[in-house]
């Protein structure tokens, strides 16, 4: 499976924004707040008008580094946002956003989308009782995800089950501290997703 495997750090200062790829770090130790400028030698000192095809672009690359994914599969989400019913921006954020990986992120099990790619892969989390290593799996209304039984075997359940209670889940999810379960009550709204990118802008980029 194809993915980046490059410092997350340089997204950030690709995009000229903090994207929280690396969750807990990017509030204590992060590179942007010493190097906000973007990497490489040629990119320091240089102004010039930036078009508004780049502004969309960029718009672009911000969704997929958040959501780490690469632009084949970024690309299929944006077409089947477009065949559903509704407003079609919205739809891709709803598309990223029930991602498994994702919504074991959303649900405090990670503190970041790359470590609950990683934890998905790995076989520690299971959906409906059954283990999936899918990151990209969709996950639909009412589905359960915890950790698998490999998962809670692992040192990272003792440490996540002793911080549960800090976490926040936003209003389309439930959890269960207790169960170290959580479960999908409703499709995630944009101002619910609360993206770091205008999902309206990718929209104006691939129709052109």
Known sequence: MARYTDAVCRLCRRNGVKLYLKGDKCFTKCTFDKRPQPPGDAARGRRRKVSDRALQLREKQKAKAVYMVLEK???HYYEEAQRREGITGENLVRLLEMRLDNVVYRLGFADSRNQAR????????AVNGRKLDIPSAQIRLTDQVSFSPRGQKSELFTVVKDNISRKQVPGWLSLD??????RVLAKPTLVEAEPLFSPNVIVEYYSR
């Open 177 to 182: 501290p207790g169960q170290m379960a959580g």
């Open 73 to 75: 599969q970024f690309r």
């Open 118 to 125: 990683q934890m998905v892969n790995h076989g520690l989390i």
